[in-house]
């Protein structure tokens, strides 16, 4: 017979992302529709380890759908992954009688999840994080925000790149991956896009600016990810240089093209969360919900085609790292042939769409 739950925990963990707290408010509404008490762990698994609760009831959770960062707050918490840290967590959902976990987070939130369920505690994931970096799901709660507080800053780059006719390299978050960096360049029009996922030609990208400043174009964007930290500034740095040199050359001043470099670090994780992101934080923490008081547990909710679906958190780590590359010996071997098919035509046909994005992009800029 299927387990009762009466009591369960909610947690935000890792980087904050637009979109939590509408999350965190999904579940509560849910979970208390069905009639089962809410807890609010504060602080991640932090909070879990100190015994630092609150109970979330619906008036508690009013006015949160429209909330930036998380109200539960997040950390990335070291402790809980030892072993003496894990215990201590169990121990207080035990005094508290919490029968199961919803983890809102992003990969490292994820393993906290499978902790939890192998020592009993059921727990499904829920991802958050702008990082869009969850390879089984086609989107993650926050990065939409995160998108469109980037391509609003880099719009007014724009402005005033085009008044002085300057060029802006503008290096944007998103961690390994860059699904925020080649977005919001072919959302900006940018003239390129850095990625880790495809290699960058700086000789040809900064013959193309030479040849469309010949061609009269006054302003140009370049997106970056963060993933290449010191090279942003350095383009910027190296494309003012040759420009510099090739309009002396020709005593041409038009042929410069003062590059100037700006960081977006974390205002790209801030600001409230788009529609967007509140429709799929609401359906993701009400699937959590019913996936738990169905019985199950160490699943991730995932959005497939438009879809809100399930899978096992394993699965989609071994997702995550067949798309990167970093499968280590055995960790396909729980899986049949037919199932590891299927995982490749998945990492295939996502990588496909990248690939024609990033074509399109370059077609595009010029
Ligand atoms: O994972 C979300 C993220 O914002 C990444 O894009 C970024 O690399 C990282 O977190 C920054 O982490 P922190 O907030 O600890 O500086």
């Given at each position: 017979?299927?387990?009762?739950?009466?009591?369960?925990?909610?947690?935000?963990?890792?980087?904050?992302?637009?979109?939590?707290?509408?999350?965190?408010?999904a579940?509560?509404?849910?979970?208390?529709?069905r009639?089962?008490?809410?807890?609010?762990?504060?602080?991640?698994?932090?909070?879990?380890?100190?015994?630092?609760?609150?109970?979330?009831?619906?008036?508690?959770?009013?006015?949160?759908?429209?909330?930036?960062?998380?109200?539960?707050?997040?950390?990335?918490?070291?402790?809980?992954?030892?072993?003496?840290?894990?215990?201590?967590?169990?121990?207080?959902?035990?005094?508290h009688?919490?029968?199961?976990?919803?983890?809102?987070?992003?990969?490292?939130?994820?393993?906290?999840?499978?902790?939890?369920?192998?020592?009993?505690?059921?727990?499904?994931?829920?991802?958050?994080?702008?990082?869009?970096?969850?390879?089984?799901?086609?989107?993650?709660?926050?990065?939409?925000?995160?998108?469109?507080?980037?391509?609003?800053n880099?719009?007014?780059?724009?402005?005033?790149?085009?008044?002085?006719?300057?060029?802006?390299?503008?290096?944007?978050?998103?961690?390994?991956?860059?699904?925020?960096?080649?977005?919001?360049?072919?959302?900006?029009?940018?003239?390129?896009?850095?990625?880790?996922?495809?290699?960058?030609?700086?000789?040809?990208?900064?013959?193309?600016?030479?040849?469309?400043?010949?061609?009269?174009?006054?302003?140009?964007?370049?997106?970056?990810?963060?993933a290449?930290?010191?090279?942003g500034?350095?383009?910027?740095?190296?494309?003012?240089?040759?420009?510099?040199?090739?309009?002396?050359?020709?005593?041409?001043?038009?042929?410069?093209?003062?590059?100037?470099?700006?960081?977006?670090?974390?205002?790209?994780?801030?600001?409230?969360?788009?529609?967007?992101?509140?429709?799929?934080?609401?359906?993701?923490?009400?699937?959590?919900?019913?996936?738990?008081?169905?019985?199950?547990?160490?699943?991730?909710?995932?959005?497939?085609?438009?879809?809100?679906?399930?899978?096992?958190?394993?699965?989609?780590?071994?997702?995550?790292?067949?798309?990167?590359?970093?499968?280590?010996?055995?960790?396909?071997?729980?899986?049949?042939?037919?199932?590891?098919?299927?995982?490749?035509?998945?990492?295939?046909?996502?990588?496909?769409?990248?690939?024609?994005?990033?074509a399109?992009?370059?077609?595009?800029?010029?």
């Amino acid at each position: 017979m299927a387990q009762k739950f009466r009591k369960i925990g909610v947690l935000t963990s890792g980087g904050d992302a637009p979109g939590m707290s509408a999350a965190v408010r999904a579940v509560t509404r849910a979970a208390n529709a069905r009639g089962v008490q809410v807890m609010g762990i504060i602080g991640g698994y932090r909070g879990m380890i100190h015994d630092e609760m609150i109970e979330l009831t619906n008036r508690e959770v009013s006015n949160k759908i429209m909330l930036s960062g998380t109200f539960l707050y997040s950390d990335r918490c070291l402790e809980f992954k030892e072993e003496e840290g894990m215990q201590k967590a169990i121990a207080t959902l035990k005094k508290h009688d919490i029968d199961g976990v919803i983890a809102i987070g992003g990969d490292g939130t994820f393993r906290g999840a499978t902790d939890l369920s192998v020592r009993g505690i059921p727990t499904i994931g829920v991802p958050g994080t702008i990082d869009n970096d969850i390879t089984a799901s086609d989107n993650t709660i926050g990065f939409n925000t995160a998108m469109t507080t980037v391509i609003e800053n880099v719009d007014r780059l724009r402005d005033t790149c085009e008044s002085h006719a300057r060029l802006n390299v503008v290096e944007v978050m998103g961690r390994g991956a860059g699904d925020i960096t080649l977005n919001t360049a072919i959302a900006s029009g940018a003239v390129a896009a850095v990625i880790p996922e495809a290699p960058f030609d700086e000789e040809a990208c900064i013959n193309k600016v030479i040849r469309l400043r010949r061609e009269g174009k006054r302003g140009f964007l370049i997106i970056v990810s963060e993933a290449f930290p010191t090279l942003g500034e350095e383009l910027a740095k190296k494309i003012t240089a040759i420009t510099k040199d090739l309009a002396e050359k020709e005593g041409n001043d038009r042929l410069w093209v003062e590059s100037k470099f700006c960081r977006l670090a974390h205002t790209v994780r801030g600001g409230s969360p788009t529609l967007a992101d509140r429709l799929l934080a609401t359906k993701m923490g009400v699937r959590a919900v019913d996936e738990l008081l169905a019985g199950n547990s160490d699943l991730i909710i995932v959005e497939r085609a438009g879809e809100i679906t399930t899978c096992g958190i394993r699965w989609s780590q071994v997702l995550d790292r067949m798309y990167k590359g970093t499968l280590k010996p055995g960790m396909t071997d729980a899986y049949t042939a037919e199932q590891l098919a299927e995982m490749e035509a998945f990492i295939a046909a996502k990588k496909a769409e990248f690939e024609k994005n990033y074509a399109m992009l370059n077609e595009l800029a010029d």
